[in-house]
Each structure stands twice: as C-alpha cells, then as structure tokens.
C-alpha cells in the first residue's frame, strides 16, 4: 500500500479536517480549481434556498403575479380586477369605465344606438325629416300623391280619399231623401212654403232617373182654387226657385191630392214634363216638349213644396220622397 494519500479539496468556506495515524507518513492538501466559485446568491451566502418572493422584477421585462392579481385576470369581480395597479390593466378600466358612463347616459336620456345598416337606410333618405308630421315635405308629399279625392276605374296605385268613398257609395242608395212627418200650412192667397228637402252636393250622379213623389191632404176648408207647386233651388226659400211641377185644383170635394214627377238628369240640366203641364202624375202623359231646368249637381241643392189658395184652406204633407229608378 501507498504511503501517499492525495486529498483534493475545492475552494469553499467549508472546514478541511485532517486526521493522522502513526502509520501514515504524507498527507498532501491540494486546492483544486475550475468549475467557478461563487460568492453569494441573491445576497445570501452558506446553503442558499430561493422562492419567487426572493426576486424581484422591478427591473425586468416580464413580470410575476400576486394571487390576488392572478385571480383578478380568471374573474369578474371589479373590486379584485381593481387590485391591479399594472398601468396597462389601469388604462383598459379606464376606458372601460368611460364607455360604460358613456352607454348608461345614453339609455337614460331615452336615446338608443342604431346599426351600421340602419345608419345605411338613414343615409339614403332626403327631403325635411325633423320628426314632425307637418313638416316631412318629402314623406308627406309622397303620401299625398297616393291618395285622391276620386275614385277612378282601373286605378290600382292610388286610394280614394274618404270623402269619395263616402259620395261614391251615397250614389248607390236609392232614396236621396223620404219624409213621412206631416207639415202643416195655414193656406192664404200667396203663394206658401210648406216644406223643404236638401239635396246634397254631388248626391246624385248624371244620367240618374228620379222620381218623386208629394202626397197632400186638404184637412180643412170648403170650396175655391188650390195649387200645389215643386220648385229646385239653391237655397232654402222661393225666391229665386225654378219650377218643376205643380197641379192646380178647384173641386173641393177632392181631399187628397198626390204630385208626382219623373226627372232625369242630364249633364247641368233636369228634363222633366213641360212645366206649363198642369197634372198630378205625367205617367202617361205625352210630352214632346220636356223642360231643361238648370241644375248643378255639385252644390246642394234644395227641393220646395209650396201651396196656394184662394180660400182659407189648410194643408198638410203627409208624405214625401225623391228615389232613383
């Protein structure tokens, strides 16, 4: 055996003991380099063990997390996500906050975002759009032009306004006016109105035939001459009336008496029996020279019953009707 024994012992702090015996003649002590030598470690010396709490990353480019930040970025909590100071984390709440206040203060003054289509359709629209009715020039005159005071046939993109609805169908009924009240006249030698009936503007379309039809009733009275008269005007009252028809009568046994004409209308005008014919019905009756009587349809128009006597004969109406036939 060897009477020499190398111990090889490496540049550390750590004590080196050596123990002799009194067979052992040289002990070498031989420092060993390579393999580098350190110090320290963050600062501590000996047996060093380090944690993430040991370093820091104030100077570095990535970062650690506490816990409470690594929960705040998994959550929805904001009083944990506001427990990041991280200036980039700090900005997104910043300007998440202002389009939160933004957005809230909308929907409290009632306004509402629109889409990128609906701003589309918005843009292609014109004229004044201000929200009110009477002003909307376009919209309104757009409305207007579909719809007309008419009704005309084989028009399929304009409606009829009411008003010719309403006169449209007014020609379909067959009675312009029927009244069975009685009126009662006190009969004197001028000439009395003793009823009167309106007859609508535009109530009666051209080329209508009517008929009409006047029942009376002598309630008092004995002898002498009556004549019953019916008269068109444009207003309510006998000045100015045209005569259509009457029947004169001077037998004071007759009681009842009816007055009945046939009228046709014709462009501006009546044709009925010759006025100057004194009958109560012209069924019948040959005529070969009616009377044109000027009559505008589109005014009202008034017809008047009236009674003349020579006598202290009273009257009464006990039925009247214009029908078209």
């Given at each position: 055996?060897?009477?020499?024994?190398?111990?090889?012992?490496?540049?550390?702090?750590?004590?080196?003991?050596?123990?002799?015996?009194?067979?052992?003649?040289?002990?070498?002590?031989?420092?060993?380099?390579?393999?580098?030598?350190?110090?320290?470690?963050?600062?501590?010396?000996?047996?060093?063990?380090?944690?993430?709490?040991?370093?820091?990353?104030?100077?570095?480019?990535?970062?650690?997390?506490?816990?409470?930040?690594?929960?705040?970025?998994?959550?929805?909590?904001?009083?944990?996500?506001?427990?990041?100071?991280?200036?980039?984390?700090?900005?997104?709440?910043?300007?998440?906050?202002?389009?939160?206040?933004?957005?809230?203060?909308?929907?409290?003054?009632?306004?509402?975002?629109?889409?990128?289509?609906?701003?589309?359709?918005?843009?292609?629209?014109?004229?004044?759009?201000?929200?009110?009715?009477?002003?909307?020039?376009?919209?309104?005159?757009?409305?207007?032009?579909?719809?007309?005071?008419?009704?005309?046939?084989?028009?399929?993109?304009?409606?009829?306004?009411?008003?010719?609805?309403?006169?449209?169908?007014?020609?379909?009924?067959?009675?312009?006016?029927?009244?069975?009240?009685?009126?009662?006249?006190?009969?004197?030698?001028?000439?009395q109105k003793l009823k009167s009936y309106l007859i609508p503007a535009n109530r009666i379309a051209d080329e209508s035939n009517l008929l009409l039809n006047v029942r009376f009733v002598k309630i008092s009275g004995g002898g002498g001459a009556y004549t019953l008269r019916a008269y068109v005007n444009t207003s309510d009252t006998l000045v100015g009336a045209t005569l259509i028809g009457f029947y004169s009568q001077n037998i004071p046994s007759i009681q009842e008496i009816p007055l009945q004409r046939t009228i046709m209308i014709k462009g501006s005008n009546l044709i009925v029996l010759n006025t100057a014919v004194n009958t109560t019905n012209d069924l019948g009756v040959i005529n070969t020279n009616p009377s044109l009587i000027a009559f505008n349809r589109a005014v009202n128009q008034y017809l008047i019953i009236s009674v003349q006597s020579t006598a202290n004969h009273i009257f009464q109406i006990t039925m009247a009707n214009l029908i078209k036939n």
């Open positions: 055996m060897s009477d020499i024994i190398d111990i090889n012992v490496t540049p550390t702090i750590e004590e080196v003991t050596i123990n002799t015996t009194q067979f052992l003649t040289t002990i070498n002590v031989n420092t060993q380099s390579g393999g580098g030598a350190v110090d320290s470690v963050n600062g501590q010396t000996g047996i060093v063990v380090l944690d993430a709490d040991d370093i820091s990353d104030s100077g570095t480019t990535n970062k650690f997390v506490t816990s409470a930040e690594k929960t705040a970025i998994t959550h929805t909590n904001r009083t944990i996500l506001d427990a990041i100071t991280e200036a980039f984390t700090t900005a997104l709440k910043s300007t998440y906050d202002m389009a939160k206040s933004n957005i809230d203060a909308l929907l409290l003054t009632g306004s509402r975002l629109i889409t990128n289509s609906e701003i589309t359709i918005l843009s292609n629209t014109s004229g004044t759009n201000t929200g009110d009715n009477a002003t909307n020039t376009t919209s309104n005159s757009y409305a207007d032009a579909k719809v007309t005071d008419a009704i005309v046939d084989g028009v399929t993109t304009v409606a009829p306004s009411q008003n010719a609805v309403f006169d449209a169908l007014a020609l379909k009924v067959d009675i312009i006016f029927t009244d069975g009240v009685t009126a009662t006249g006190a009969a004197v030698t001028t000439e």
